[in-house]
């Protein structure tokens, strides 16, 4: 709880300061109705670098506006999605996107609950086996009596 | 003998997770390592920060070993590496070139006066369009660029005097000698 805030009052603190320092942002262009819904949503699939666990569209930060403006104009320029991820990706690398490319460094990542559920369902089914094949152990005849006996002891 | 397994298996899928799981503790998630190391550094051209009239650009730095350090007059941390960029300045070590990120030019050539000016020129990106070609997204951030005008390393946050000893002059000798 302590390093949440602790993480949340840097973050406030370097938003403030990177604040202080903006020059007064830009009028942003009027778009569409249909593209503000499209960017809305690519933005919540962007992570904002300065505040790491915000998207794009959540963040504050003053470099969340700047790449926000930039995808805007982007878009404008007929840009689409892909590209305008491209775009983010050959700057700020995979860590921009919320979901990995699959590739070979994220392989184990993409794979591995799928191969982790096929070990587990193949356990499951050996130990399955193995208990269907064991034969039940049939009732000792005199098991009953036994017992009646011992609770009549006292 | 399968009884011995029944035992290590677990035992060494738990001391993998523990190796995984303590390396995680030691890795910084502010470093980000960045695609743009190994390719051509963006161009730009933006105006020197003491001569808004003149522009420089990346080409223009072209055939020389220099760094690219991003920084701005409200960035705290960018005090903390001044007095090493200063020392790097004063040996003639290699020609640091200053990227001043969303500052007030006045703000900017004030704090320079104050903590002292260690660069060959500072270009000012007042809109910050620049800084994310460099994918830029903290300062202080240096980067090292070689004859050629590939980057070769990108540092984020402030140099501290251990990583410019171990990592970054090594690299810059080796540059300026190929």
Known sequence: MIAVLRIFALCAAMLAGIAFAQAPSQPLQPISPELEQRLKIL???????????????????????????????????????????????????????????????????????????????????????????????????????????????? | MTKVWRFLLPLGIFAVLVYFLFKGLSLNPREVPSPLVDKPVPNFSLPKLHAPDQKLSATDLKGQVWLLNVWGSWCVSCRIEHPLLNEIAKNNIVPIYGLNWKDKREDAIGWLNKYGDPYVASVADIDGRVAIDFGVYGAPETFVIDKQGIIRMKHIGPISAESLQKDILPLIEKLKKS
């Open chain 1, 43 to 154: 933005e919540t699939e962007l992570r904002c670098l300065v505040c790491q666990n915000q998207t794009l569209a959540d963040s504050p930060a003053g470099l969340a506006d700047d790449l926000r403006r930039e995808i805007r104009g982007l878009a404008l320029a007929g840009k689409n999605n892909a590209e305008i991820k491209e775009f983010l990706q050959t700057r700020y690398g995979d860590f921009i996107l919320y979901r990995p490319p699959v590739k070979s460094s994220t392989w184990l990542l993409w794979v591995g609950p799928f191969a982790l559920l096929v070990v587990g369902g193949v356990v499951f089914l050996l130990i399955v086996r193995r208990r269907s094949q064991t034969p039940m152990q049939p009732e000792a005849p005199n098991s009953t009596t036994s017992a009646r006996a011992l609770l009549d002891q006292d």
